[in-house]
């Protein structure tokens, strides 16, 4: 998933290793730059070094490093294709293995990419570099600095994954084969004139279905996303009955913005009405406001009051004795309660009072939200979500 849109499983590259019983005279590769890594792999893998005697679009001739070795290995080119074929292996060596290098010039992030490749297949959680360090160290019996070990999580992470241009290109058929396989998926793909990516929506069709169940709340918000081509992922969430977080819908966008957030509502309104006993709940940003007041007309639109009491601590310094009051009167159940908190806090800061009551005490107290907002005062769904998105 960068994000949502996730990665292709299985890719053209190659990993399978040689072994020691796998390499031998005729051996076939699929070309020059084939053979090499996989050369260099296999060093790495049996902890010696090579010395390239001879390299060009013909031949390809290693020995070991130790010039009084017995080790080689010459292969030449196949007629008529690209394949190079192993003509001369000698696998003994005669060499003291006791003093070979820990430092391995074949070692490079590439090659060592290859080795550990298969830990980052399958969506697993990538492997950080001082695990790697460890895996090189003791698996391959050679030492690696952090920087390699974190070019070499790259490389392998792009081995295993793809790289994030072609993800990007299978796109439209990983969502035609998400909305085959999953009935009611919506799914959505906009692309500049250029045909390049712009937007990208889903939304599973059993968490359009089980929204029926749900309380009638959604948290909106964005995260921005680490991979090379940046941009932001959108979340809509909800709650179930037992406080648990329910995912309804994902889009990889820009940024925020109000053609990006306009976008995502309009898909959204296709899975969930627009009706007056619907809450969202959303940080203060103008695009939402004003996709939300486009899109959803009749739905209320509620402000996360942790982001709110955020924005109060470092606005309203001198009055930090009344922000807990202001927490309270926002959770208030009834608006007699309320009310008797609000005049607590006008009395004690005209100028605070006056900020909160045109920060609309509609949007941010439970009292007097238009429609029942039960416990959701705040977007933290949203954003337990998308945290929990990001990394993978
Ligand atoms: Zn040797």
């Known amino acids: 998933m960068t994000t949502s849109v996730g990665y292709p499983s299985g890719s053209s590259h190659s990993t399978g290793l040689i072994d020691v019983d796998s390499l031998f005279c005729g051996k076939l590769f699929k070309d020059k730059t084939e053979m090499r890594s996989q050369m260099r792999m296999y060093a790495v893998k049996h902890s010696f070094e090579f010395h390239t005697f001879k390299s060009d679009n013909k031949r390809y001739v ?36 006791a003093l070979r290098n820990v430092s391995h010039r074949q070692a490079s992030a590439r090659t060592l990419a290859g080795l550990v490749s298969n830990h980052f297949a399958g969506g697993k959680l990538p492997l950080r570099p ?9 698996d391959h ?18 081995l295993a994954r793809g790289i994030p241009a072609d993800s990007y290109e299978v796109l439209p ?7 085959k396989k999953n009935p009611g998926t919506i799914t959505y793909i906009k692309a500049d004139s250029d045909n390049k990516f712009r937007y990208g929506f889903l939304a599973f069709g059993a968490s359009i279905r089980g929204f029926k169940l749900m309380r009638k709340v959604i948290s909106i918000d964005g995260a921005h996303l680490k991979s090379k081509y940046k941009g932001t992922l959108l979340a809509a969430s909800a709650q179930d009955g037992n406080f648990q977080l329910y995912p309804i819908a994902f889009a990889v966008v820009d940024s925020e913005n109000d053609a990006s957030w306009d976008c995502f509502l309009r898909c959204l309104k296709t899975i969930i009405p627009d009706e ?15 996709a939300l007041s486009v899109n959803y007309v009749h739905a209320h639109h509620g402000i996360c009051t942790f982001h709110l009491q955020k924005n109060l601590e470092t606005r309203f310094r001198a009055s930090a004795s009344l922000l807990p009051i202001v927490h309270d009167a926002s959770r208030a159940y009834t608006q007699y309660d309320f009310d008797y908190l609000f005049t607590q806090i006008s009395n004690g800061d005209p100028d605070l009072g006056e900020y909160l009551w045109q920060a609309d005490i509609r949007k941010w107290s439970r009292a007097y939200s238009p429609s029942n907002r039960y416990n959701i005062m705040t977007y933290n769904c949203a954003e337990s979500i998308n945290s929990r998105l990001k990394e993978t």
């Not at 001082?130 to 003791?138: A, D, G, P, T």
């Not at 007056?276 to 004003?290: G, H, K, P, Y």
């Open 62 to 97: 290693l020995k070991c490093i130790d010039e009084k070795c017995s080790w080689r290995l010459r292969a030449t080119k196949a007629k008529a294709s690209d394949s190079f074929v192993v003509r001369k292996y000698i696998s003994q060596h005669s060499c003291d293995s």
């Open 130 to 138: 001082k695990q790697l360090m460890e895996i090189f160290r003791n």
């Open 141 to 158: 019996g050679v030492g690696v600095s952090y920087s390699k070990a974190w070019r070499a999580q790259e490389h392998a992470s792009e």
């Open 173 to 179: 058929s990983w969502f035609h084969m998400i909305e």
């Open 276 to 290: 007056e006993n619907l809450v969202f709940v959303s940080d203060r940003a103008s695009s939402i406001a004003t």
